[in-house]
């Protein structure tokens, strides 16, 4: 016999996809203006560094010794050229593909790792005091002292830049999922799955794992902005590009003892760290608003 | 009918800061093919937990002391995780009392519904989609065919509870164990639920564990039912004998519980006083700081159970009926 359906279980069904989540989080996310404002910067960023090709004529090492330190607006070099005379609007352009590629790959593998010891911390509880005090070990070191230890070992190259913030940001990011995974695995639903016979491998990566995603996508985006700027910074102290790679950092660095004589061969970079760190901190603090309910905004 | 489920002498014990505490104390029950079985208790009485320990689930504190879980002959305490993991969802199902928790949201109920039967079965992705309309259908719900593609806070709570059913129903287990299955839910929806459990059962020929603390749950749906009290079981027997007949103080409490709606207004009976805490040492009958009828020897010594004609009551009130033949040591 089949049971009756009653009217109050028929509910018009509206057929709703995965994708169709992403784009209303991406909507709702054009209402926090500055997190607009961030977007736009990361979007010149990309453009910046997808079309330096494209954007400029002048190669980004290519020396000029006849029209060194040409201020900005100079005829042909709307942005001057430093002390070698090479052009900084193509510096500038090939510095952001820099900052992009290695914040990004430095995220992806820390996260990449963070997630997994996070995943296993949080479930098994014999894992967890192990890796936790592992990741307390990591924080005891000031992170920046850390990456320079890292470098120092491994030697300066922008591949040990990325090592070394990579593993930098797996105690974090560790932490931050080991949280979402012991309150997530109390509820009932995964008890519900695990009355259906689910393994504990199927429960942990493909019922636990989603529901962690909020924390780990506000995390990335956050840190993001810390990789760029870190890079930056081992880059200035001469611990990561090598001296003519048109690196922010090291333009910044090279222009040190310019500052007097032309200023921009500072400032310009640093505008563009400044300005790429803070778009990356309020798209993600904007992510964080609106993916954790707990901090949604009254009002 | 033979026993499919026999539960032996079962203890259950949680470490906490405060040391070990029993939860559930010698519980001993069967249940046969076909068959509902009822526990009744109040909540906190160990009947939640006593259904998780079937199921192997215990929370990471609970363990469980002394006793046989028998399912078709073989201890399920003897299996290994992994075979106990295959007995889950296929041999052994589980409904859960919060229907609004118990999906997980980010999955689409196809999804989920697709799980059972892929781990268990080895169905291929689209099998098991074609047996999930058809689950969906046979639990009664309208359009399984967009469902699939629903998320579960697109749904009503008794459509959730549907859904659930289906998941725990997709491999024809022999148990159902259902955990408060109606509690979370509104009225009306309660006796749809209960209903499609029945014709479920009946349709597959499932023995139905159900615990619940509503006597009305009881009395439309049991074959047998058990009452527990601070993790003892007081009462046992046919749900006709029970609730005509109840020998306990504290079976004759809940039923004298239950509002009446036809009839004069009269006050409704509540049981004075709550459930001992379970660090309490307990010295004599657990039920008699709450027992009107408590006598002296109930302070000091723990009552047998005493049987009539399969119906079992852990009372010392017995003790004059009795003959000494009835006796079984408890």
């Not at chain 2, 459930?275 to 039920?287: K, S, W, Y």
Request: proline fraction near 5%.
């Amino acid at each position: 016999m089949q049971p009756e359906v009653t009217q109050a279980d028929v509910v018009i069904p509206e057929p709703k996809k995965a994708s169709h989540k992403i784009s209303q989080t991406f909507k709702k996310l054009l209402k926090y203006k500055l997190a607009v404002v961030g977007l736009i910067i990361i979007g010149i960023q990309i453009v910046m560094a997808l079309g330096a090709n494209w954007l400029t004529s002048y190669d980004p090492l290519t020396q000029n010794l006849s029209l060194v330190n040409a201020p900005p607006g100079s005829a042909g070099h709307w942005l001057g050229t430093d002390n070698y005379g090479r052009d900084m609007w193509s510096r500038l352009l090939y510095g952001a593909r820099i900052s992009l590629i290695v914040g990004f790959i430095s995220v992806v593998v820390g996260t990449f790792f963070g997630v997994l010891l996070g995943l296993l911390a949080g479930y098994y509880k014999f894992l967890d005091g192990l890796i936790m005090r592992l990741s307390d070990l990591m924080f005891a070191f000031p992170g920046i002292l850390l990456a320079l230890l890292i470098v120092a070992v491994l030697g300066s190259s922008l591949t040990n830049v990325v090592i070394a913030i990579s593993i930098w940001s797996i105690p974090s990011c560790a932490r931050i999922v080991r949280g979402s995974v012991l309150s997530v695995k109390k509820q009932e639903y995964i008890t519900a799955m695990r009355s259906l016979g689910s393994s504990d491998r199927r429960i942990l990566f493909k019922h636990i794992l989603p529901n962690c995603t909020a924390p780990i996508i506000v995390f990335a985006t956050m840190h993001m902005a810390t990789a760029i700027l870190s890079t930056s910074s081992l880059s200035f102290l001469g611990l990561g590009a090598e001296p003519a790679t048109p690196e922010w950092g090291a333009m910044i660095a090279a222009g040190q003892q310019f500052m007097w004589q032309a200023p921009h061969m500072v400032i310009i970079p640093g505008i563009a760290i400044m300005l790429v760190v803070f778009a990356f901190n309020v798209v993600g603090d904007a992510l964080r608003d609106l993916l954790d309910p707990n901090m949604k905004k009254q009002g | 009918m033979t026993d499919i489920l026999q539960i032996e002498n079962l203890n259950i014990h949680f470490r906490t800061a405060e040391g070990s505490l029993s939860a559930v104390h010698d519980l001993s029950f069967s249940v046969k093919k076909g068959e509902t079985v009822c526990v009744v208790g109040e909540s906190g009485c160990g009947k939640s937990i006593s259904a998780l320990s079937i199921m192997g689930l215990l929370p990471e504190n609970g363990h469980i002391a002394q006793g046989k879980i028998l399912f078709e002959g073989t201890d399920l305490l003897s299996l290994k995780p992994d075979q106990m993991r295959k007995m889950r969802g296929n041999k052994i199902s589980m409904v859960f009392q919060e229907p609004m928790t118990a999906l997980n949201p980010v999955f689409t109920i196809g999804y989920q519904l697709r799980e059972p039967l892929r781990i268990h079965q080895g169905f291929s992705k689209k099998q098991a989609h074609v047996k999930g309309i058809e689950l969906l259908k046979q639990v009664g719900l309208s359009l399984p065919e967009q469902r699939m593609k629903q998320y579960p806070h697109e749904l009503s709570g008794g459509m959730r509870q549907r859904v659930m059913i289906a998941m725990a129903l997709a491999c024809h287990p022999q148990i159902l164990i259902a955990d408060e299955p109606t509690t979370a839910l509104d009225v009306t929806i309660q006796a749809q639920i209960l209903d499609l459990i029945n014709d479920m059962k009946e349709q597959l020929g499932t023995s139905v564990v159900m615990i619940t603390h509503d006597m009305g749950v009881v009395a439309e749906t049991a074959d047998r039912v058990v009452v527990m009290y601070a993790g003892e079981i007081v009462e046992e027997g046919d749900v006709e004998t029970v609730f005509n007949d109840p020998q306990h103080p504290y079976t004759k409490g809940l039923l004298a519980s239950v509002p009446k709606v036809e009839g004069e207004l009269t006050q409704l009976q509540a049981i004075p006083g709550s459930l001992p805490n379970l660090g309490e040492a307990i010295v004599g009958c657990r039920f008699q700081s709450r027992c009107p009828f408590a006598m002296d020897i109930c302070r000091s010594q723990a009552p047998p159970i005493y049987e009539e004609n399969g119906h079992q009551t852990r009372c010392w009130m017995k003790e004059g009926e009795s003959i000494a033949d009835n006796i079984v040591p408890s």
